[in-house]
């Protein structure tokens, strides 16, 4: 009885699947690009005229700039072995990107979408294919970039880093767009 006792106390714990936690993952993040479709395209602007937080749009280019540098910051310390300074940049990024929805949510419930002014047409289709991909991209980021974190919390350090090889690029790649994106509809609207 003794020897089981210790056998058992040696073999770590089995882990459990991430099936499930990845699933609720998907879930969450189905619903919340429904929710913004619906907000974006359906849902009539509070303020259609545009005169309260009118802010909101160089707010979200900030937030997606300052999760780009984070990211970027995370990539170098994680390049360098600087594992918790790693974590603490890749948990800020998290928080700009996190800031960054509450606002795209409360400035697309205030003023709706701003169409982009097709008085240049080659500028238009410059900017369009960048916004498709950034929409696109963005879509699938979400739930990439939550299994990301919950394989790093987790303790999955090797799945984390399998996946995080993916979310770098397109979480990246989401960031810098909306950054570009909102830059081109500025001078577009001149």
Do not use: E
Not at 1 to 25: D, E, F
Not at 92 to 104: D, E, G, N
Not at 175 to 181: D, E, I, K
């Amino acid at each position: 009885m003794t020897s089981v006792t210790t056998s058992s106390k040696l073999s770590p714990a089995p882990r459990k699947s991430v099936g499930l936690p990845v699933a609720a993952i998907i879930g969450v993040s189905v619903v919340a690009t429904l929710f913004l479709f619906w907000l974006i395209y359906v849902h009539p602007a509070s303020d259609v005229n545009g005169q309260h937080y009118t802010f909101l749009p160089n707010l979200n280019a900030l937030l997606n700039g300052l999760a780009a540098i984070a990211l970027v910051t995370g990539y170098y310390f994680v390049r360098n072995h600087r594992i918790a300074a790693h974590r603490t940049s890749m948990f800020t990024a998290f928080v700009f990107s996190s800031l960054f929805l509450v606002c795209y949510i409360a400035n697309h419930a205030l003023h709706g979408d701003t169409l982009y002014p097709v008085h240049n047409a080659t500028y238009h289709y410059a900017y369009i294919p960048i916004l498709v991909s950034h929409i696109i991209l963005a879509i699938v980021a979400l739930p990439v970039v939550l299994t990301t974190f919950f394989l790093s919390l987790s303790g999955r350090i090797p799945m984390h880093r399998k996946l995080a090889r993916i979310t770098f690029p397109l979480w990246l790649y989401v960031s810098v767009t909306g950054v570009v994106v909102r830059v081109m509809l500025v001078a577009a609207l001149r």
